[in-house]
């Protein structure tokens, strides 16, 4: 039963409970759908006494012609059913799933038992077979009864599994949006150490210019950086709210814009040890490739004024925009009269404000450098 568990939250480990499983029933072959195929999803599936092709073969021909769990058998969740009596007096012996699937694995079509585990909107979605072999064991009272002691335990099991493994694809899928902004999420503990970074907060520390990691953990560039930034931080933490600093760099890049917060849902409080804390943080040097379509369907810009209002809107002056697309200064204001226009705003504040609140800064992933 500890093997189920430990299953449950290393996915890694359901292959070595199922062996052990499949010993403890005299050598059955078994097979556990964690999640059963359907016509949109393979499901997921772990074996032993059945080959990876079969298993494979099950899901992509069989799933929908498996005699034992026709619609038409309707089988009770959480049962163990013989499936012989699943049969009855069907034949087996011109059926596709037999034939192709059974007969050359050498499984015998009576003797075994077959469970749905779990229904998900009334089909089945955990469920498990186990088969007796040509030539193997027979599976006794003994095997009835240990299978009906270990269903309850395997059913909770496959129940936190599936709920870790959607939280686990929601957290990929946040992840994901995060890595597509243009701006870097730390989280850091009260000493300091990272505990997550985005892709951004990565290539920022690549960097090394602004913000790095040191021996005291995450850390400002310089003493007046790092004295900065481990003050808001121990303020953020005692409950001061949030604090915004800038954070000087090398040469003419101009400073980091870093936000310091409370993570939604975790209360400041500085007698928590654990308590963690984010950092958000904004490189006025990064901008990322003009989302030319989205600017065009959004505010019916032309592709000149599209990549115009994506520069300016990362703060370049009339004079840069010029240098960057090579044209003349008076071209650019006479774009940003269109720009204007179109956008609905009268200043380049107002754009700028436009631009980073619409989900364009989502639309791709951002450039480095």
Same mark, same amino acid.
């Given at each position: 039963?500890?093997?189920?568990? $430990? ?66 058998? $309707? ?80 059913? /909770? ?16 899928? #946040? ?15 009260? *000493? ?56 000087? /760099?090398?040469? =003419? *890049? ?16 500085? =007698? ?22 989205? #600017? ?74």
């Amino acid at each position: 039963m500890e093997r189920l568990y $430990d299953a449950a939250v290393a996915p890694g480990l359901w292959s070595d409970a199922i062996t052990h499983l499949a010993a403890a029933l005299r050598g059955a072959a078994v097979l556990l759908h964690l999640r059963f195929p359907h016509a949109d999803d393979p499901g997921c599936a772990v074996a032993c006494g059945i080959g990876p092709t079969y298993v494979a073969r099950y899901s992509a021909e069989f799933a929908a012609n498996d005699p034992f769990l026709e619609p038409a058998c $309707d089988i009770a969740t959480g049962a163990v059913v013989a499936m012989g009596d699943v049969l009855g007096a069907k034949d087996l012996s011109t059926n596709p799933f037999y034939e192709h699937w059974m007969q050359p694995q050498r499984l015998l079509p009576t003797g075994g038992f077959v469970s749905v585990i779990t229904r998900h909107r009334e089909q089945p979605h955990t469920t498990l077979h186990v088969f007796e072999k040509w030539g193997g064991s027979r599976l006794d009272k003994r095997a009835v009864d240990l299978l009906r002691a270990l269903l309850p335990h395997l059913r /909770r099991a496959a129940v936190i599994s599936d709920a870790l493994q959607q939280e686990s694809a929601r957290r990929q899928a #946040l992840e994901h949006l995060l890595n597509r902004g243009p701006l870097a999420v730390f989280l850091v503990d009260p *000493r300091r150490q990272v505990l997550s970074a985005n892709e951004q907060a990565k290539y920022l520390l690549s960097l090394g210019d602004g913000i790095e990691v040191g021996n005291d953990g995450l850390q400002g560039v310089g003493p007046d950086g790092a004295a900065a930034l481990a003050a808001a931080i121990e303020a953020v933490r005692r409950g001061s709210g949030d604090q915004v600093l800038r954070l000087s /760099r090398q040469g =003419e *890049r101009r400073a980091l814009m870093v936000v310091v917060t409370q993570p939604p849902g975790i209360a400041a409080d500085a =007698e928590v040890p654990a308590t963690p804390v984010a950092l958000i943080v904004a490189d006025p040097e990064q901008r990322g490739a003009v989302p030319i379509a989205h #600017l065009q369907s959004l505010f019916g810009f032309t592709p000149a004024e599209a990549r115009a209002a994506w520069l300016i809107g990362h703060g370049l002056r009339i004079d840069e925009v010029a240098g960057r697309l090579g044209v003349r200064i008076e071209t650019v204001r006479a774009h940003l009269k269109q720009i204007f226009d179109k956008a609905g705003v009268s200043r380049q504040a107002e754009l700028v404000r436009l631009l980073l609140s619409s989900p364009i800064v989502l639309a791709q992933p951002w450039a480095r450098g």
